[in-house]
Antibody, heavy 120, light 112 residues
């Protein structure tokens, strides 16, 4: 059974760095073809893809946010970490991690999401 | 402004058929990249509905189907049910955005 769970602070201050952890089970990021992506959704708005890390440690970032994002993995812990620097109130959103790779680049399993509010 | 354009809302009565369009360009859907569809029920995480343009993961009813032509894709829902009321998102890959996956702006389906 594949599960993913996001964890991190619920509240960050403007200019701070956000660190989110995705802990997963039921698959391994050392398996060829497996990937994990981060996606966010501001309240009442659309989904926005942020970043992806592959089994071979290839990394991809949203063009508009790439200067602020870093994605990494700890295969032994089944975790993927996303950091986003210089947080702003417009970054307030629910942040999801999701698995990719079983059905091409479709996101077939999602975490429940974690709401991050940026406010002083 | 999303790279993939969806109508903000669609509606239909129970039992009817509705379609949701997803319009892209020559750097995404028109370039042959796969389109995937997600259903997001209120207050929940998105769920994969259609992958690879027209394939259903196991457990997704065959009332849901996808198609793609040119620079657009469509999601069709037949035999509309009250439980289908949700937001629907398309997703693809865009070659002009350095490996970025892109989502549509989402469509709210209301079952009348």
């Amino acid at each position: 059974q594949v599960t993913l769970r996001e964890s991190g602070p619920a509240l960050v201050k403007p200019t701070q760095t956000l660190t989110l952890t995705c802990t997963f089970s039921g698959f391994s990021l050392s398996t060829s073809g497996m990937c994990v992506s981060w996606i966010r959704q501001p309240p009442g708005k659309a989904l926005e893809w942020l970043a992806r890390i592959d089994w071979d440690d290839d990394k991809y970032y949203s063009t508009s946010l790439k200067t602020r994002l870093t994605i990494s993995k700890d295969t032994s812990k089944n975790q993927v970490v996303l950091t986003m620097t210089n947080m702003d109130p417009v970054d307030t959103a629910t942040y999801y991690c999701a698995r990719m790779g079983f059905y091409g680049d479709a996101l077939d399993y999602w975490g429940q999401g974690t709401l991050v509010t940026v406010s002083s | 402004q999303s790279v993939l354009t969806q109508p903000p809302s669609v509606s239909g009565a129970p039992g009817q058929r509705v379609t949701i369009s997803c319009t892209g360009s020559s750097s995404n859907i028109g370039a042959g990249y796969d389109v995937h569809w997600y259903q997001q029920l209120p207050g929940t995480a998105p769920k994969l509905l259609i992958y690879g343009n027209n394939n259903r993961p196991s457990g997704v009813p065959d009332r849901f189907s996808g198609s793609k032509s040119g620079t657009s894709a469509s999601l069709a829902i037949t035999g509309l049910q009250a439980e289908d009321e949700a937001d629907y998102y398309c997703q693809s890959f865009d070659s002009s955005l350095s490996g970025s996956r892109v989502f549509g702006g989402g469509t709210k389906l209301t079952v009348l």
